[in-house]
């Protein structure tokens, strides 16, 4: 999560200093991470609530 955050907030930076095309990119980037980590955390919950 914290690749995500760091990825979201240069995004923002890049954007707020006009370059667009980095920005995007790292937006894309931090896009990724997210459903990554929301991937591996539904497969944690999963494999948890099976355990028992």
């Not at 760091?6 to 995007?24: E, Q, R, Y």
Request: proline fraction near 0%; glycine fraction near 6%.
């Amino acid at each position: 999560m914290r690749w995500t955050i760091f990825f979201i907030t240069f995004a923002f930076i890049s954007a707020v200093l006009g370059f667009g095309h980095i920005a995007g990119n790292l937006a894309i980037i931090a896009k990724l991470c997210f459903f990554i980590f929301i991937a591996l955390f539904l497969a944690r919950l999963y494999k948890t609530i099976n355990e028992y």
